[in-house]
T-cell receptor
């Protein structure tokens, strides 16, 4: 089966610009996560969707970050305006279903590497 | 707040040496435990996971990990490493009950295996 797709793979922007990342999870996967991985650290959850609803966005900096998953399939994560400290890899991951599937494996995409100058 | 601590940031071994990477977590409730690996230029992928039952779990490529509840630890082991094991290794935890599947990761350990 096809894996989690993300684009773009790399992005360089200047601070205060805006940027958007796209994720297409594995077909049929209801749960989608966005993680931020800063260099030298492990991934940190930004937001979790169950179908098109937000389950957890407690660590999303809502003054500048937004995310949506309108049709319960693919998702976009936006940063506006970007700051230097937003330089990181943004990972998307998906799971097949709801609560009963949380012991299953999260499948990760290749990530989008963002550099803010 | 929950946290995951990986003791070794960078490990260098020769081929055939034994490997043990430490992982400790801070959470008093039921947990699910994972080790993920990221080979150079590749996605994060699952090595092994523990949910319940036998605390010694076996994963892919000869890796195993032991859950010691009293020590809040889930150390990763391999008896004989290969050059192809060069990668970054992440320990992760999720809550076992009322679970959203949210993973909390350690900071990662970079393993370099010399041929």
């Amino acid at each position: 089966e096809a894996g989690v797709a993300q684009s773009p793979r790399y992005k360089i922007i200047e601070k205060r610009q805006s940027v958007a990342f796209w994720c297409n999870p594995i077909s049929g996967h209801a749960t989608l996560y966005w993680y931020q991985q800063i260099l030298g650290q492990g991934p940190k959850l930004l937001i979790q969707f169950q179908n098109n609803g937000v389950v957890d966005d407690s660590q999303l900096p809502k003054d500048r970050f937004s995310a949506e998953r309108l049709k319960g399939v693919d998702s976009t994560l936006k940063i506006q305006p970007a700051k230097l400290e937003d330089s990181a890899v943004y990972l998307c991951a998906s799971l097949p279903g709801g609560a009963s599937s949380f012991q299953e494996t999260q499948y990760f995409g290749p990530g989008t590497r963002l550099l803010v100058l | 707040a929950q946290s995951v601590s990986q003791h070794n940031h960078h490990v260098i071994l020769s081929e055939a040496a034994s490997l043990e990477l430490g992982c400790n977590y801070s959470y008093g409730g039921t947990v699910n435990l994972f080790w993920y690996v990221q080979y150079p230029g590749q996605h994060l992928q699952l090595l092994l996971k523990y949910f319940s039952g036998d605390p010694l779990v076996k994963g892919i490529k000869g890796f195993e990990a032991e859950f010691i509840k009293s020590k809040f630890s889930f150390n990763l082991r391999k008896p004989s490493v290969q050059w192809s094991d060069t990668a970054e290794y992440f320990c992760a935890v999720s809550h076992g009950s009322g679970n959203t599947g949210k993973l909390i990761f350690g900071q990662g350990t970079t393993l370099q295996v010399k041929p």
